[in-house]
């Protein structure tokens, strides 16, 4: 076989085979197909699309690249969640010690920022002493102590996808539902989890910008999920507008414990508390009541302990970044638009992303939110307040506000509901 050959086929709009889907991701994870032909192969699928097949036998390859984890020694069932990213999505950090709370077991591998969008694992590293790297017995060891636990993806879990996501980041071929669909559930099949609720966001914030475009992802991914024996469900959820009131590591950290302490902003409370009956749900367990474990504390019982488990103090001070910059309202009315991927940039230039993989993030960077679109404002009031350790990037940040929300009379003014779809 040989790559040059692979790449015509799909660069004329021609369907791949098995037998070239197999040998070129066992090629390419071995290092025989170069960066560069990979890259041309990735964008002839953005440009050119696979059919249903083509994407199953993709998803295959990808988790035969690696291990497979098995969770059957535990005594619960398994449940995991995968959002396909967003800004101010701090959802995994309530959800799954909730989920926990409720009886089913969380095995929750997590990413790290990109581009605009937040990471789980950066959010959780604000907490003095928390580890995120983990091996697969102190994995297991976490979640059957307590129920729940977050930590990276091993090396050796589908490291064709490491390879090819970190190529596709740099060669602007991200955005293609094919490669996004087997990307998520090679990791999640080769996790070993019994069933999967998948967060697929729509909005400007979000990777796929329309309703349909997102359908089509959902059931892409729904239906690789159920031929591979994974229960699988999504919902669609709205990213036109950040989620709650705060964007940015240690920031969305705290607002996290807030709703875990059962308060919090109602959007991340509704968000939270629907993904984890469809996770109890699609585990078979029916019996239990989600804002119940909010509000009775359990749900915080389990975060403490996971945190815990994980070296974190979960009574430490979280960082604070060194300076603040308050943006006010410029005009007093009805807050009627505030978009996620202007604040999602605003936050990743503050410092709480990266622009190279390598990067450090702060841990204190970010923007904390004082309305959410519906609410009414005054002129002069704070409206966002930036957060950074290095003021000199307050003016970038800026930048990128820059007609980032619309104050009105809010006649005309609908609210978008938190679940689009299910
Ligand atoms: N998350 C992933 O893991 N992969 C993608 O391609 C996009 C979002």
């Known amino acids: 076989m040989d790559v040059i050959s692979v790449i015509r086929t799909k660069r004329d709009r021609g369907e791949l085979?098995?037998?070239?889907?197999?040998?070129?991701?066992?090629?390419?994870?071995?290092?025989?197909?170069?960066?560069?032909?990979m890259s041309a192969l990735a964008m002839a699928i953005l440009l050119n699309g696979m059919n249903r097949r083509e994407i199953a036998r993709w998803t295959a390859a990808m988790i035969a690249s690696g291990e497979r984890m098995d969770f059957s020694s535990l005594s619960r069932p398994t449940a995991d969640?995968?959002?396909?990213?967003?800004?101010?999505?701090?959802?995994?950090?309530?959800?799954?010690?909730l989920v926990a709370a409720c009886g089913a077991?969380?095995?929750?591998?997590?990413?790290r920022g990109l581009g605009h969008t937040g990471g789980t694992l950066d959010k959780l590293e604000s907490i003095p002493g928390w580890?995120?790297?983990?091996?697969?017995?102190?994995?297991?060891?976490?979640?059957?102590g307590t129920g729940a636990v977050i930590c990276a993806a091993g090396d050796g879990l589908a490291p064709a996808d490491k390879k090819l996501y970190a190529l596709r980041d740099v060669t602007g071929t991200v955005e293609a539902i094919p490669l996004i669909a087997s990307s998520i559930m090679s990791k999640k099949i080769a996790e070993g989890t019994g069933s999967l609720v998948l967060d697929v966001k729509v909005g400007s914030g979000a990777f796929m910008k329309t309703i349909e475009d997102a359908r089509e992802l959902a059931s892409t991914?729904?239906?690789?999920?159920?031929?591979?024996?994974?229960?699988?469900?999504?919902l669609l959820t709205d990213m036109s507008t950040p989620l709650g009131l705060t964007a940015g590591n240690a920031l969305e950290v705290r607002e996290s414990v807030e709703v875990?302490?059962?308060?919090?902003?109602?959007?991340?409370?509704?968000?939270t508390v629907?993904?984890?009956?469809?996770?109890l749900d699609a585990a078979g367990i029916r019996d239990a009541d989600p804002a119940k474990a909010l509000a009775d504390g359990s749900a915080m019982d389990v975060w403490r302990r996971m945190i815990a488990a994980q070296g974190g103090d979960p009574d430490a001070q979280l960082p604070v970044a060194r300076e603040q910059h308050v943006v006010k309202a410029p005009s007093s009315g009805v807050l009627t638009r505030l978009d996620a991927y202007d604040i999602g940039v605003a936050a990743w230039r503050l410092g709480a992303g990266r622009a190279r993989k390598e990067d450090p993030v702060q841990a204190g960077a970010g923007i904390e939110m004082h309305a959410k679109p519906g609410d009414t404002v005054?002129?002069?009031?704070?409206?966002?307040?930036?957060?950074?350790?290095?003021?000199?990037?307050?003016e970038y940040a800026l930048q990128s506000l820059e007609g980032s929300f619309d104050i009105g009379s809010g006649a005309d003014f609908t609210a978008t509901p938190v679940v689009l779809e299910r």
């Open 81 to 97: 969640k995968h959002s396909t990213g967003g800004v101010g999505d701090k959802i995994t950090l309530p959800l799954a010690p």
């Open 131 to 144: 580890r995120a790297l983990l091996s697969n017995e102190e994995m297991l060891s976490v979640l059957d």
């Open 105 to 111: 077991a969380v095995p929750q591998l997590s990413g």
């Open 260 to 271: 875990l302490a059962g308060g919090g902003p109602a959007d991340v409370v509704e968000l």
């Open 17 to 37: 085979t098995d037998e070239q889907i197999d040998w070129v991701i066992d090629a390419y994870t071995r290092g025989e197909v170069a960066d560069e032909q």
């Open 378 to 394: 005054t002129e002069g009031q704070p409206l966002l307040t930036l957060h950074t350790d290095t003021p000199d990037r307050f």
């Open 274 to 279: 629907a993904l984890a009956r469809e996770m």
């Open 221 to 234: 991914m729904v239906g690789l999920g159920t031929d591979h024996g994974v229960k699988t469900v999504a």
